[in-house]
């Protein structure tokens, strides 16, 4: 008796999951029609079918959460990197063009043509600086930032999400954005009915 009943909860169980994953399949198939047509035709019914049985369990919408919150930290925390260059970079301008004027000011008449090509030269010089190290930052943010989408894809495919994988090609990795924009839709649609998804 007890037997039959553990297999009745898990057909019951069984059909709720297949029920789920019906209604997360069509919500899918509602949301592709909203892309552009060139991406709706790459989403294939296999890869929207496998991509709602990743999203059964509620555990990729957390995934998807938590690696949105590191992205944007890591967003922040450049920016203010990039600040604070931009900032020392204003100040040393100021400074140059403060020690400048005061040595203009205390320079003889007949001197001030040396002394301003002799600036001028220092200006250039500090421009030039300022240009490589502006450059040398967003290399690094870039690379940064492309480190954390590898990171991100590769999250993604070890939770087994469809259509995730490491990859650079620009076509893939706007599939890849739109994936995640389903899921994040899908979420969204979740918080506003009070359950994880729907």
Known sequence: MERCSGALEEAADGARQQERHYQLLSALQGLVKELPSSFQQRLSYTTLSDLALALL???VFEIVQGLLEIQHLTEKSLYNQRLRLQNEHRVLRQALRQKHQEAQQACR??????????QQRELEAAEQR????????DQKIVLE???????????LEKAGV?????????QELTLQMNLLELIRKLQQRGRQAGKVAL
């Open 145 to 155: 930032l492309d480190r954390k989408v590898a990171d991100q894809q590769s999250t």
């Open 57 to 59: 369990d509620g555990t």
């Open 162 to 170: 469809a259509g995730f994988y490491v990859t650079t090609n620009p």
């Open 109 to 118: 008449p007949h001197s001030l043509p040396v002394l301003q090509a002799a």
């Open 130 to 137: 300022i240009r490589e190290e502006q450059r040398a930052m």
